[in-house]
Antibody, heavy 123, light 106 residues
């Protein structure tokens, strides 16, 4: 069973960069065909997929955030990270990491999630 | 992007009630539809994958159905531990989620 834990600052100033880390246990981040994913949920709103890094290192981002987002994997620490630049109050949200494995049989699903970490953008 | 419209956004029900939540996709997503349960302060938990397949360890009172654009999650007999928020997810084209349904105690 893969376990995920988000970490990072809970408060970020406007125009700065939001940086979060998701620590992975129970799986190796560079094998197994996993999609290492970031998702967020502003208070009172629905979930928004931010993007993912695949086990091979390939990345794919939500087109609405693509110009500001970087997701990367650190194989030595077995974690993956989210960097979101030029943040505004609209980026205030609960941020979750999640993962699921590639399958030729079944559509992608996220078997494992972190509990989430609240990030507030405010001066 | 594929929009997922989930309804209702909230409902009140009693223990033992049958509860159905629906999710409609803005275009056909084949069977690329999953359902999750989320309780405050906890990690979301997958219940159903590929429309109707019960995730290992999930009670059989949960079931899913549908095809194309219209899908539903049914809880056959609501239990105290089922009071939570439920959301659907499509993975046919990138990933999008329904708005969620909060199931509260009547």
């Amino acid at each position: 069973q893969v376990q995920l834990q988000e970490s990072g600052p809970g408060l970020v100033k406007p125009s700065q960069t939001l940086s979060l880390t998701c620590t992975v246990s129970g799986a190796s981040i560079n094998s197994g065909g996993y999609y290492w994913t970031w998702i967020r949920q502003p208070a009172g709103k629905g979930l928004e997929w931010i993007g993912r890094v695949y086990s091979t290192g390939d990345t794919y981002y939500n087109s609405s955030l693509k110009s500001r987002v970087t997701i990367s994997a650190d194989t030595s620490r077995n974690h993956f990270s989210l960097h979101l630049t030029s943040v505004t109050a609209a980026d205030t949200a609960m941020y979750y990491c999640a993962t699921g494995q590639h399958s030729t049989t079944w559509p992608l699903r996220f078997d494992s999630w972190g509990r989430g970490t609240l990030v507030t953008v405010s001066s | 992007d594929i929009q997922m419209t989930q309804s209702p956004s909230s409902l009140s029900a009693s223990v033992g009630d049958r509860v159905t939540i629906t999710c409609r996709a803005s275009r056909s997503i084949s069977n690329y539809l999953n359902w999750y349960q989320h309780k405050p302060g906890k990690a979301p938990k997958i219940l159903i994958y590929a429309v109707s397949n019960l995730q290992s360890g999930v009670p059989s009172r949960f079931s899913g159905s549908g095809s194309g654009t219209d899908f539903s999650l049914t809880i056959s007999s609501l239990q105290p531990e089922d009071f939570a928020t439920y959301f659907c997810q499509q993975t046919y084209s990138t990933v999008t989620f329904g708005g969620g349904t909060k199931v509260e105690i009547k």
